[in-house]
């Protein structure tokens, strides 16, 4: 009997012992969600998109690029319709990163640093507004960190010409064709990316080691 009222005890104890355990665990799950920062999006337009998802694609704290169309309508969000340059779309890249390892700041510090944002409507032999230099900002801070840089670079003329990089509200972002995505890396010995944006990885590579991941 005595042996049978241990036992009996003894898995209260137990049984005790482990639902504390799984809340201490539960809770301290939840209390690393509420710390850990959301994940954040940025969406720029600097020319064809093969060369800028190609270079953020190597950025640490960037999860994911992905290529595509903003600042125009979904019947129109298709390569061919927009290379005609009236649709209004630019061709973008959405950035999706991690706050606590790159801010948004140092993303268009290598944004600026590997195009030309002084070219209108055109980038290096690309020419039309589907090639424009555009900061699609998603909130009024975005806005206001891209206005401030902006003016900054002016102040201190950092290139020779005028920005003329556009800041506009982030309406909607189109995922462009397949065939598009990781065209870069799928693509090293295609022409135009040895000419046109290999040159703009190895850019990051020099310019921003720290930031910079094979």
């Not at 779309?89 to 950035?95: P, T």
Request: charged share 20%.
């Amino acid at each position: 009997m005595k042996l049978r009222k241990y036992l009996f005890r003894f898995t209260i104890a137990l049984g005790i012992l482990a639902f504390g355990s799984k809340s201490i665990l539960q809770n301290g799950y939840a209390r690393a969600a509420e710390a850990a920062p959301a994940a954040e999006t940025a969406v720029l337009s600097g020319g064809c998109f093969w060369g800028i998802d190609g270079v953020f694609k190597h950025v640490k704290g960037v999860s994911e690029v992905v290529s595509g169309y903003s600042g125009g309508n979904a019947d129109t969000a298709e390569y061919e319709t927009v290379s005609t340059g009236t649709t209004g779309h630019a061709e973008s890249v959405r950035i999706t990163f991690d706050p606590a390892k790159v801010s948004y700041d140092q993303l268009l510090k290598v944004f600026f640093a590997v195009h030309d944002p002084t070219e209108l409507n055109r980038q290096g032999p690309d020419t039309g507004t589907q090639y424009r230099s555009a900061i699609f900002y998603a909130n009024d801070q975005q806005k206001a960190i891209a206005e401030a840089y902006i003016a900054e670079l002016n102040r201190k003329q950092a290139f020779p010409d005028p920005i003329v990089t556009q800041v506009t509200p982030l309406k909607h972002f189109y995922p462009a064709e397949a065939y598009h995505q990781n065209y870069l890396a799928l693509h090293p010995d295609n022409p135009y990316i040895v000419y046109n944006d290999r040159p703009k990885l190895d850019g990051l590579q020099k310019r921003f080691p720290d930031l910079y991941k094979p």
